[in-house]
């Protein structure tokens, strides 16, 4: 079994997305949720830094790029594997994801078996 | 398409043109291959992986399930259909991205290795060859993967100390049967134990029982829902249930934005029904939404569009507003026996659950709204609404309330 100690914080505008990726990986560890990018970053800055982010990348006001490029300009925070979550289609989201850096990248509607491998490898 | 020019404009071209993919000359076998599997992966994408194993691809490597792999491949399409194969048998997988990684991330307790021949840094053969000079590594089979047919690749692999290979594209059934054939049971080194599929995806309680949910719902494929959780039957429901008030008046929204020329704000609703819609398996309002979507983006007139999109909401939502009638949780009926110090003490949990934004903080406030404590009924009903918005900041600034109506029980 999975060490249930392990922190994965989901960030995503719409509460539905996150009710349905926490019913998937719940039982890797402890789910924390943000309803913004602002909300994000001020949990990563916190004592205890997620193990793992799902970023969603439509969100208002900042979105998901913005969020990823400052979790990579801070040091304590620039090692957080990221899964970009999104229900945008095309290559060119992907490719730019997989240039920045993104430990992933996943499509809606979510694809459980494919996430949760993809948890697997980094936790 | 094979090209010589590397420009990023000829490939834009090249796309438009309907090409799949296309090689910059001078052309490795590795690219050639890992084009085709990018090819290959983007157009399976939506296939359940069972679909395409071959029949019992369980039955080729039931014997060594639990193995552990160390993983070296470069390409992540590549790694993720590897990673895919072997851990949908039960496999568990250790990932390197290159040969570099690969030699600091060997472990003697590993079962087998799959190595990539064509990776930066350090390559699969040089990557071999310095763990085949490492005793501790002894007799632990190193796999190449290679270009098929590449007779000089496979003297090469063979020199460096690589005991087999598997070709790329990834045929599964030889796959497994080249990793069935070469991983040998040894007490000394015991697989990790795997727990079993059914039992692991089963109803548990927490989960809840598919005979919750109705047999059939107007507009939804139930069972495409259910997939997208992972067989979650309580979440599902959650989910069904608040769709109606939070996405039933969607379409009437947008067209709202748009006659006030908030494009903005109406794209951003549609794509956030699109996903709503998505992951529920309400797949013709899905499809409906995803071309408004893609019409608004494109500046286009979205009119006939909106109206049939609508159409499939107001579908959705009645069929879920008269097959899903009635409260979602079972509370206690009878209020008099209430363990208060109990009370307070799952108060307090919450209150931490809730300052780390920890989503068991929802979990809590159901147990609490269940006890059926009638003074805390409306305050923690409001409570659960915003908590199920995620709002946690808000929940936090009712504890206080909260608390002081629970010290006036007694």
Redesign the interface.
Known sequence: ?SETSKNI??VD????????L???I?KFG??????SGM?ALK?CSGG?KPDLIFLDV?M?EMDGWEVFSRLRQDNTTAAIPVIFVT?LTG?SDREKA?SMGAAGYIT???????I??LV??FI | MITAYGSEEFMVKAEKFGLDGFLIKPVSPSTVVDTLMSIFSSKTAGIPLTLRQPEDPVGLVRNIRGARILLAEDNDMNQQVAIELLEGVGLTVTLAVDGREAVEKMRSDFHAVLMDVQMPNLDGYEATRIIRSRKEFDGIPIIAMTANAMEHDLVLAKRAGMVSHVSKPVDPENFYRTLAAFIIPDPSRPFDRVADEDTETGGGTARGDRSELPASLPGIDIDDGLSHLAGNVRAYMKLLRKFPGNQGSCAELIKQFLSRDEKEEARRMVHSLKSVAGNLGAKDLYAAAREVEAALAENLDAGTLIDRMEYQLRVVVEGLKSSLPGSEVNRATVAGEVDISQVKSLVDDLEKLLKDDDTASIEIIDKLYCMGISSLDDILSEMRTQADSYDFESVVEKLEILRKRIDDIN
């Open positions: 079994m914080l989901i505008d719409t509460p539905e997305n996150i009710t349905a926490t019913a998937i719940s402890k789910i924390k949720a943000a309803t909300k949990i205890i439509t208002p229900a290559d997989m809606k509607p979510l694809d459980a078996e494919l949760c491998s697997k490898r």
